[in-house]
Structure formats: C-alpha cells, structure tokens
C-alpha cells in the first residue's frame, strides 16, 4: 500500500464527515493521539517534534505535569468547572498572581478583563472600549496584520482571503504601512501626515492596534524605535494604543509582553493562546484603570469563567517568578537565530531572509511555492512546523518555550535535510 493510499484512509473519516474549513489535518494527514514536552505522537507510533506549538498555544509544552496533577485534583475534587464571571478560588487565584507576578514587577496598572475564551474575543472587547471611551470609531491597523476571524477582528486584519470570508463591507477602519513595509521609509511619517492632514479622508481614530511581531502576517518584527515613534503619535493625537501580544505575549519573544524592550506603556493589551497555560480556551483584556468604563454585562460570553484554565495560567506564571526562564529563552533564540541565518545563507537558492525575535522567527523564502513543499517535507520526516505570510513563503518557527537545545537542534537537522531534498 503507498504512502497516499495510507493518509487516505487515515484521513477518510475527517474527509468524509468534517467540513471542508478544517485546514490543519490538511498539511498534516495523520492521527494524532499523544503529546508530551515538545513532542507528539500519531496512531502509528510515529515521533514528531513540534514547531508549531498550537500555533503558540502551547508555550509551556504539551501535557505540563505540575499544570496537570492540578487539574486532575481540582476535578476530583468536584472543583467548580463553569461559572460565567462568578467569583470563584481559581479565578481569585489567577488575579492575584497575574497581578503580583506580572503587572507589579513592570510598573504596570491594569484592569484585567475576561472576555469570552479566544483570541479574536480579546481584541473584539479592546475595540469596543477604544470606541466608547473615545467616542469615535474609526480604527487604524497595519498592512499584513492578523487579528482574528470574527468581525471586528476581521475588520483590522490585512489578508484578503480571511476578510473575503465576511461576507459584507468591513468598515471603520484604515489600513496604514508597518515597519518597513516600503524599504528604507519611515513609515511613521506616512501615518503622521495623514492624522495632520485635512484632506487626507483618515478620521481622527479612536484607537491604533498592532502586533510587535505580525505571526501571520510573515514574522515581521517591528524595531523599537518604530514602537517608540508610534506610541508618541497615539499620546500626540490621543489615540489609544492597543497592542495584540496574543500570539507574541506570554515570553513568545523573550519577554512576558513582547512590547517590554520598547519600554511602551500600551492602553490596552490583548492576551489569549498561552495565557491558558496547556492549551485550555482563556483570554484576557488588559485596560487602563481610566479607560475601563464598562457598565456591568456589557461585553459578556458564557466561557468568560475557565476555571481549569485559570489554574493552569495561574501554575504557568510561577515560570516568571524570577529571570531565569526568559533568560533560558533568549539563550536558544539566539541559537535558533545563528542556524537560520546560516540556512540563509548556504542555500541562496532560496533567495532567503532571516527574521523574527526571540522563539518566534522564520525563514521567509522568496521563490514561489518552495517553503510549502519544505514544511511538506519536514512532516514526513518527523517535525510539525507550518508556514505564514501573504504567500506562505515564511517557514514559521514557534516551537514551546521549554524545548531544550536538543529538541530544537534535532528540529532544525530534520528541516535542512527537507532544504536539501526540495531543492533536489
């Protein structure tokens, strides 16, 4: 029996049964059924090393076992499991220790709000505040950006593909150049004369979103110059700023907020993904005591209240009780830098460019087609990792924070051997 005549009849039931929106079990036709570390396992016995981490859902590694002894306790225990925005111990918990851990270390003072459990719910509720508190209700947002698949979200969100999927007009917004998106512009400029302009049809915005590093959009790290000059336009104009730190955040680049380096003080913060901990749904909206003016109910979900992901977010924040885990961080980014700039350059074929900061780099490879048949490769070698950007020209690197130099070095081999036979 061949190779596809296998994945086939692997795959018949999702093909047969599943609607055609699933994407993933696409470009990876197997059965997974067990995961540990950095590492998963299909039907077969078969061994891969995870690149791709939840699409950065899973920071902390697949099946923590601290996070899980918990989890099990809390359940035997008859531990309440839904409870809306109820008062309960894991959510009392999680507060104190996102306050103690987090904000308090960094000087920062935020009303923590629980929107519903997901990504695009985080940033729906930030544009909702940014236009009551402001009153207006235009939204600026950057070229390449992902923000989320639901309206709003979609609205500030640059690929054309996912907006098409709305199905009607999505306004209230303007999309403005990122970090050099023109070579050698500073593309602050741009943005500037257009809020100075009267003729330039760019209402004043209520707020400006952005991601330090667009995931989706192709590992496109913003500099911190450019944060800084784009935090001064927002207190200039009284714009508010929000940053999308939901697939960034949570150490993705080194830091908790992947805004940190910049030294920026954000009005409103979007977390979600690995705030969970072990990959359970949570999301949280981070808002400036001022701009929290919500009456009560206003933005509200019926999964506001994960008691099982609050307990694993509250045990995943004991990684950053102290430097040493960010330090371990950016010890294998710069690892992981030195190797794919070194890919880059003993393949010119690729016509490739390194990119990205901390655990979330890539590969962005300038001939058509090319970084989809090598993460294509990679899979049927052992190694999960996906690709991104307007072309999916970027091999995406998002392996869990807790990968060794072991783990990201068997990785990286599997990869430059898919390199190899590609270009083949």
């Known amino acids: ?81 839904h409870s809306l925005d109820m008062g309960t111990t894991p959510r009392k918990k999680f507060l104190e220790k996102f306050q103690e851990t987090i904000l308090k270390p960094r000087n920062l003072d935020y009303k923590i709000m629980f929107p519903g459990p997901t990504g695009t719910n985080t940033v729906e509720s930030a544009l909702k505040i940014a236009r009551k508190v402001t009153g207006r209700e235009t939204v600026i947002s950057f070229t390449n950006a992902f923000h989320g698949m639901t309206i709003g979200s979609l609205s500030v969100t640059g690929n054309s593909t996912k907006r098409k999927g709305a199905g009607i007009p999505l306004n209230h917004t303007v999309s403005m150049p990122f970090d050099q998106f023109v070579d050698d512009q500073d593309t602050t400029l741009y943005l500037e004369s257009y809020l100075e302009g009267s003729s330039t049809g ?49 150490g993705r680049t080194g830091t908790f907020f992947s805004f940190e380096p910049a030294g920026i003080n954000p009005d409103i913060v979007c977390l979600s993904k690995s705030i969970g901990g072990i990959g359970l749904p949570m999301a949280i909206t981070l808002i400036k005591p001022e701009y929290d003016q919500w009456t009560p109910g206003e933005h509200n979900g019926t999964f506001r209240g994960n008691n099982l992901a609050f307990l694993a977010a509250t045990e995943a924040l004991t990684y950053w009780e102290t430097d040493d885990f960010s330090e371990n961080i950016m010890e294998r980014a710069d690892f992981l830098k030195d190797t794919a700039e070194s890919i880059v350059e003993k393949y010119p074929e690729l016509k490739a460019e390194a990119r990205g900061r901390g655990l979330m780099q890539g590969i962005a490879v300038h001939v058509d087609g090319l970084a989809e048949e090598i993460c294509a490769e990679a899979f049927k070698r052992g190694l999960i990792i996906e690709t991104s950007g307007p072309k999916d020209e970027v091999v995406k690197f998002l392996p869990p924070l807790i990968i060794d130099e072991e783990g990201l070095s068997k990785g990286l081999e599997i990869l430059e051997a898919s390199i190899k036979h590609v270009l083949a």
């Open 1 to 81: 029996m061949t190779t596809a005549v296998m994945d086939n009849e692997k795959m018949k039931t999702f093909k047969e049964l599943e609607s055609a929106v699933r994407s993933y079990s696409r470009g990876w036709p197997t059965v997974f059924e067990k995961a540990k570390g950095y590492r998963l396992w299909d039907t077969d016995g078969k061994e891969y090393i995870d690149f791709f981490a939840g699409a950065g859902a899973l920071n902390y590694g697949h099946n923590n076992d601290t996070m899980q002894d918990k989890l099990i306790e809390y359940i035997q225990d008859d531990g309440i499991l």
């Open 202 to 250: 760019v209402d004043l915005p209520a707020a400006i979103i952005l991601e330090t590093v667009q995931g989706e959009g192709g590992i496109n790290a913003a500099r911190m110059e450019w944060l800084k000059r784009i935090e001064e336009i927002c207190k200039r104009f009284d714009i508010l700023l929000i940053i999308d730190d939901v697939q960034a955040g949570c």
